[in-house]
């Protein structure tokens, strides 16, 4: 099993749709629906055998939860905040612009 590329708390963007998230859990393979897996176009269809991510996402128009895979994802460097109105139960913003679980989240 390959280990996870990304943290939790890690601000990430997708690579090839305009959104990004902060990553509030880790599966360490696909760990989905195959009705939802068999929904992506198979040309795209990621591989099951990598971490997949859950993701406090927005992009330009709303913010969700995502679930993607390690291939599909890249570090994002903006700096900018997220949105998300979730964001607050699950993480503090550090001074230097970082997520951080909460103290009662922790393992």
């Known amino acids: 099993m390959k280990a996870a590329k990304f943290a939790i ?7 090839y ?10 599966d360490p393979e696909f760990n989905n629906t195959e009705e939802w897996y068999q ?3 198979a040309d795209v269809r990621p591989r099951k055998d990598q971490p997949f991510y859950h993701l406090l996402a927005e992009n330009e128009d709303t913010e969700y939860i995502a679930y993607v895979s390690e291939q599909n994802l890249l570090e994002d460097s903006t700096g900018e905040p997220i949105r998300h109105p979730q964001l607050g139960e699950l993480f503090e913003r550090t001074e230097d612009g970082l997520y951080r679980p909460k103290a009662r989240l922790r393992h």
């Open 9 to 15: 708390g890690q601000v990430v963007r997708h690579r």
């Open 17 to 26: 749709f305009p959104f990004r998230g902060v990553v509030f859990d880790i």
């Open 39 to 41: 929904a992506i176009p």
